[in-house]
């Protein structure tokens, strides 16, 4: 632009020396026209290059502005979480626990001898069913048949003494009515008979005690049942009683009705009542299930485990459920209406307690709940919630009480749905 200026200057020099010569002078012929003015060109370049100045500084700051508004928006985006919600699923009236059991036999008893012998022969081997009063077994025991001769014959002599005694009292009392004996002859025979007498009723019930032991010589099954073990055989030495030192002749089962032990959790306990329907299903059945009831409780909780042992009661005519098998036991309990379901990824663990996120006015509200059963992928919530609200599955570790949140899937009602 300087380089302009001068240029400008020196050609106004030169028209003013021109306009000098020309005064000075007559006009000439062969005079040149005069050159145009070069300003308004000026001028328009000068415009040019403050709008092209002017555009470059708008462009600059228009790019400024609009990356500024872009880094806005991108830290207003990562600083409100977006969230996915759940419609929390309502609890069944009527729910179903699996627990597993233990199936013991109605009745179980082990059969020990009661007198000493030898095994003469035996009636029944395992599996066989047997009805109460059946002969299972025979016990050869000469010894005691030994001893009940020789207390028969020791009664005997107490009889034949105590007659005696009793005959010689009558005499004695007679004579004392004509003053023929003393008074004290009199008493010592009375004291003898009654000795005697006594003598006769021990003899008796030695018989007795003996005549008994002899009747164990037969085995005879207590109830109906069948026999699962049998642990002697044919002149093995028997002797009686029972305890560890001594070894069991049969142990016989009633399998018409079993009885099934299972630990309730204390959370199902109050449900647990007696008269709860149940089924029991097996691995040895697929597909199979057999009926029960539960008919009583222990009423206590134990305090190594937690839980309540409860019997349930299977009916078994076929006899094909086996004492002591394993069994999971199917317990139909009540829930109450105003227990919800939720996904476990829904839990929020902090300090405080439990808790699940809702949103309320596109605000988080962390809300205690308290946990019911546990079903794998799903919690009931026994309290906290009322099933209306959605929860947020999934929340971010970051999530406090109040923070503002962006619903990513507002229309999700149930999870797992597509």
Known sequence: MIHIEETMKAEESLEIETHDDESAGPELPSRRPPRPSRAPKFALVVVLVL??????AYKGISTRVRAAAEVKADTYELAVPSVALVQPKRSAPQAEIVLPGNIQAFIDAPIYARTNGYLKRWYVDIGGRVKAGQLLAEIDTPEVDQQLQQARADLATAKANYDLAQTTAARYEALLKSDSVAKQDVDNAVGDARARK?????????????EQLQSFEKVYAPFDGVLTERRTDIGQLIDSGSGSNLRELFHVAAIR???????????DSPAAAPGVQAYLTMPQFPGRRFPGKL???SEAIDQASRTELVEVDVDNPTGEILPGAYAEVHLKLPSPASTVIVPVTSLIF???????GVVRNSRAVLVPITLGRDFGTEVEVVTGLDGKEKVITNPPDSL???????????GASQWGEP
């Open 51 to 56: 709008i092209a100045a002017g555009a470059v």
């Open 198 to 210: 006594a003598m006769v009723d021990s003899a008796t019930d030695n018989v007795k005690r003996l």
């Open 257 to 267: 009705t079993l009885r099934v032990y299972v630990n309730v959790p204390q959370i």
């Open 295 to 297: 008919v009583r409780t």
């Open 350 to 356: 902090r300090s405080e307690g439990l808790h699940v």
């Open 400 to 410: 406090v009480q109040g923070q503002e949140v962006r619903i990513a899937e507002p």
